[in-house]
């Protein structure tokens, strides 16, 4: 069983930025991909950026440019820094792991096994 955390939410101010982490309870899962996804109150959880192999990635089209994903293995974590933050960007933002082969990048839900319970990122205007 996999077991994700995340850390770093909180609440900041329009334009400024955060870094999310998510550590993982098993290093062997590395090359698998990682992302994040959000879940504003009411609306349906969505992809936000994924990562596999350390330094492939891939992004919703509503964060690219201002949100980076990175990994680093030797601590089993990934890192969401997120800049330019905006009020839309308000939301409980998950790390979510695959552990199996994909054929196509995974953004949704169903492409991931394992999700961690969330940290709340709030941006007031």
């Known amino acids: 069983q996999v077991q994700l955390r995340e850390s770093g939410g909180g609440l900041v101010q329009a334009g400024g930025s955060l870094r999310l982490s998510c550590v993982a309870s098993e290093r062997t899962l590395s090359t698998f991909p990682r992302g994040w996804f959000r879940q504003a109150p009411g609306k349906e959880r969505e992809f936000v950026a994924t990562?596999?192999?350390?330094?492939?990635?891939y992004y919703a089209d509503s964060v690219k440019g201002r949100f980076t994903i990175s990994r680093d293995n030797a601590k089993n974590t990934i890192y969401l820094q997120m800049n330019s933050l905006k009020p839309e960007d308000t939301a409980v933002y998950y790390c979510?792991?695959?552990?199996?082969?994909?054929?196509?990048?995974?953004?949704?839900?169903?492409?991931?096994?394992?999700w961690g319970q969330g940290t709340q990122v709030t941006v007031s205007s």
């Open positions: 990562n596999w192999g350390g330094s492939n990635t």
């Open positions: 979510a792991q695959r552990t199996s082969v994909w054929r196509k990048i995974p953004t949704t839900r169903g492409d991931y096994d394992y």
